[in-house]
């Protein structure tokens, strides 16, 4: 599984086919680059399934951080984001019995988040979303004589982003931000949404789209100078 | 070099029609070039969510989750546990209970009078006398101060717990 934005206590044992450059293996244990043991994930949950809550604390520790993250994203809400990301971990926790581990447990994890988050957001009332969007306020950009690109910084992104997601569906929100910014596969995408590639595409096509006439309106100053007017 | 290939690219990526490995390159690119980054949201404006941190999160939340998830699985389990041996002991403390208020309805409806209670109140007395105090113990878990109250002192397993969160405005 290649995930080039997942956090860093995460990424080095999600991909079963990431080159090991670094760490190596011998007689089926994982050493670390500074020859440290190294549990993967799988190791872990067959701890935690024998009872061992310590092994499943850990797994909490590696994975929470970059499953907040996307899930914040796809909610565009920090603190709701964090009771969504414990929900997740106690609905795992309780359901581990049935974790197949042919897939990865990010794969699965991530799957019961993102479901979380939507369904959260479907609940959401019409009353709470009018609220939302009141009191939201317009980013303010430093240097408005420079360049776009030069502008563009990390926390920007998440905050230009929190203000124009609610022009997507729940759908369209999590797989833009599974696919755009945490650079997830079209597969892998599917797995963690349960629908197929094809359907993965058309969301993000829609999103694109919706995201692009919300910048052109809300945030000219993304744009050519011959198109700002 | 690199540049011009990553300006080739641009549509195809937006199309979703880009292979999975050059994808990942050219996303690289756009974040590592500044001026590819530039020309790029010039032309694709929604490009600019490409360039997501991936900062961890800060690792006091990460703790606090932790430490909050692991609370209430052993939280679960421990009531799973209490629901489980609870069982059988309420259905002979239902059934005991039905049995003592039957009796002295009875009694009352047949004798009259507070002197017939008066052997019950007594039994409770005895029973109270004879069974040991509960036994209660305090663990400081983290942040947490749980309060364990056991039902006696023979059964350590059973047990009433309460967390107080130090934090908590009274």
Redesign the interface.
Known sequence: M?K??????SVAHISHRRPQQEAGEICGVSFGSRGEVVMNDLQWIQSAKNGD?DA??KL??RH???L??TVA?ILADDTEA?DV??MA??KA?QKLDRYNPRYSFTTWLYRIGTNLAIDLLRSRTSRERAHKAGTEHRLRLVGTGE????R?D??E??N??QQLVGVLTPQQRSA?VLR????L??AEVAEVLGCSATTV?NH??QA?KA??RE??VR?PE???ASERG | MNCGIFREMIGSYVDETLEEGRRHWFRTHLRECPTCRESALREEPSLLFAMAPAAPGEPEEIEACAVAVMGRIRQDRLESRLHRRRRPWLAVAAAAALVISGGIAWRTMVGGGSGTLQPVVEARRDAELQSSPPTVEVEMAGEEVRVYQFANEADSDTAVYFIVDPALEL
Not at chain 1, 4 to 9: D, I, R, S, T, Y
């Open positions: 290649v080039e934005n997942l956090c860093v206590q809550e499943y604390a909490v520790r929470s951080g970059g907040h993250r994203r964090w990301v414990q971990f106690l926790w360049g776009a690109g030069a563009a990390s926390n992104t998440d230009v982003l833009f755009e910014m945490e650079g596969e079209t595409r993000i096509f694109r995201l692009r910048l052109r945030f993304y744009l050519p």
